[in-house]
């Protein structure tokens, strides 16, 4: 690089002098180092911000050269980046920059811009599903400890943005996702999240029957029920004025009026009838024979009791002359066929007492079997 004791006109580097007599007795002096620094560069105040979330963001600044010589920056791949003073806008990688020419020519240490990203990562939710037939669901998220901060969207199904707060609040029943955005611009899915629904409770009336009293006076139904799954229930029976008449499902001897029955259910939903007219219902007394032929004919084979739907809690009993109890149902839920313990009861007369549970009293008589 020169044959002169000194030695001028080159760039950084290492480099050492060799003296001699045509190669005889050659010495060799110790090495020396010229830096990036000697050659007017000088890069002790650099600012290097990273690259984020993989865009071209990052940058490298404050780096001084004598003479303001003009720089040209390269990638590590040799490939032209720049030729302004600070390199800007650049993804994660590593750079470089000659400055000057010939013998002036400086070319700088290389320069590492790192890729950094920031994603929110969740640690914990929270589902409450919508209740009501209203838009009442909500998520709750709560994310890792982290030195980023986050703003959020959140989406429906439709990829409709309905939020932009942390938590989902008033959300009608459905899928959303929600999408974590940092200041830095970085951004990730954080999940997706299902708000079920609760739906309110049905008063289901198909199997609903009125019962009139002996006296027409009093009411009382069988067969409601309740179709739902937010139990348990709150039961309401209203009369016109509001008053509340019976917190049972099911009424059982009440004054003959106008009713409405409510459902509550433990979500505080509410669902009701419209109002039930008693008045209309027509007493019914029970008739039957004295008599059955229990012969497989199929005619009057078994005792036949019409009305006794009205009277689900009444006692029907058949007893044998000397006072043993053959036969006995509660409703009259099964019927009595002449048959006891499976065996065919004697032509004969038994006694029946019916004991209607009501202020109708006791009904009691004779019942003949015929074969």
């Not at 060799?18 to 830096?35: E, H, M, P, R, Y």
């Not at 993989?54 to 600044?61: A, H, R, T």
């Not at 027409?216 to 309401?236: E, H, M, Q, R």
Request: hydrophobic share 30%; proline share 3%; charged share 20%.
């Amino acid at each position: 690089v020169g044959d002169k004791r000194i030695l001028t006109g080159v760039g950084n580097g290492t480099y050492y002098l060799k003296a001699g007599q045509l190669g005889a007795c050659d010495v060799t002096s110790a090495k020396f180092t010229i830096d990036a620094s000697s050659n007017g560069l000088n890069d002790s105040q650099k600012v290097i911000i990273d690259a984020y979330c993989n865009k071209s963001n990052g940058s490298i600044s404050k780096i001084t050269v004598a003479n303001n010589l003009t720089r040209i920056w390269y990638n590590v791949l040799n490939q032209e980046m720049g030729r302004s003073d600070d390199l800007m806008n650049v993804p994660a990688g590593g750079y470089y920059f000659t400055a000057g020419q010939g013998n002036c020519l400086i070319t700088s240490p290389t320069y590492v811009v790192k890729n950094v990203n920031e994603v929110y990562q969740l640690k914990s939710s929270n589902i409450t599903l919508a209740t009501c037939g209203s838009s009442n669901g909500r998520v709750d998220i709560s994310g890792e400890v982290s030195n980023a901060s986050f703003s959020f969207k959140w989406f429906d199904e439709q990829n409709i943005e309905v939020s932009n707060s942390e938590d989902l609040i008033n959300a009608a029943p459905g899928r959303y996702r929600v999408v974590a955005y940092s200041a830095n611009g970085c951004s990730n899915e954080v999940g997706q999240f299902t708000v079920p629904e609760a739906k309110p409770p049905v008063i289901n009336t198909d199997a609903m029957q009125k019962f009139l009293s002996c006296d027409g006076k009093l009411v009382s139904t069988t067969g409601l029920s309740i179709d739902g799954s937010t139990s348990p229930y709150a039961i309401k029976w209203t009369d016109e004025d509001g008053n509340i008449v019976s917190d049972q499902l099911n009424l059982k001897g009440i004054p003959v009026g106008k009713y409405q029955l409510q459902v509550i259910d433990k979500y505080g939903c509410i669902n009701g009838t419209a109002p039930i007219d008693f008045t209309l219902i027509k007493s019914t007394a029970l008739s039957f024979a004295n008599s059955i032929t229990p012969n497989g004919d199929g005619i009057n084979d078994f005792w036949e009791i019409k009305g006794f739907q009205s009277y689900p809690d009444g006692d029907f009993s058949v007893y044998s002359r000397d006072g043993n109890r053959i036969f006995h149902s509660r409703g009259y839920s099964k019927t009595f066929n002449g048959l006891y313990n499976g065996k065919a009861l004697p032509t004969g007369v038994y006694y029946y007492v019916i004991d209607l549970k009501t202020d109708c009293g006791t009904m009691s008589g004779s019942l003949t079997i015929l074969r």
